[in-house]
């Protein structure tokens, strides 16, 4: 999805505001988004495990910069979370060599702030709460003719129980609405 699919959503409540500024709220909205809720995630791309080193690049798809592993596992064993520390924008550190072949495992990632596209699934998922994110951002501008605190609260709040119900749904493995079928007797 491309994020400028947003712009007329958020465009429509502020009028008057300028191209740039909710290009910019909509891509802040979507970035503070995916690292509150750790919801985009994907297979680590394997790492060989080098002799001596702690320190291990993760790649991350272009635009997009690493939250922190969901999990790693070194040849299949999974590494317990205080094993290891994100360090610097795309890179972790092992607190002790580990010995093995491959690291590999689950990352959450969120879209840098140059980023235009983040995956459908996720987009239009998430559509409500990222511009609501937006919304709340651009109602904040001081002295702008759209400006209003209220307003701004009301969507800060939208947007805060959006990314707590998903950051739930992202733990639970987006696990899917199950329908309960209730079956009625007769008498």
């Known amino acids: 999805m491309d994020l400028s699919e947003l712009h ?20 802040r909205a979507a970035r503070e988004f995916f690292i ?7 297979p680590m791309a394997p790492v060989a495990i080098g002799p001596g080193t702690r320190v291990y690049e993760i790649r991350t798809p272009a ?10 596992q070194v040849d299949g064993t999974r590494l317990r979370s205080d094993q290891w ?59 702008a003719e759209w400006s209003d605190m209220n307003l701004a609260a009301a969507h800060t709040e939208m947007f805060d129980r959006a990314k707590d119900s998903a950051a739930v749904r992202a733990e639970n493995g987006f696990k899917a609405n199950r329908t ?6 007769g008498l």
Do not use: C, M
């Open 8 to 27: 007329p959503h958020v465009a429509i409540e502020v009028p008057g505001a300028a191209r740039f500024q909710i290009a910019d709220a909509v891509s």
């Open 85 to 143: 520390r994100v360090i610097g924008a795309n890179a972790i550190e092992l607190p002790a060599v580990i010995y093995g072949h491959e690291l590999s495992g689950e990352i959450a990632i969120a879209p840098t702030l140059e980023a235009e596209e983040i995956p459908d699934r996720h987009g239009y998922e998430f559509t409500d709460a990222i511009v609501s994110g937006a919304l709340a951002k651009l109602f904040r501008i001081p002295s």
């Open 36 to 42: 509150a809720t750790r919801s985009w995630r994907l």
């Open 180 to 185: 309960r079928r209730v079956r009625y007797g």
């Open 63 to 72: 635009d997009t910069v690493l939250v922190e592993p969901v999990y790693l």
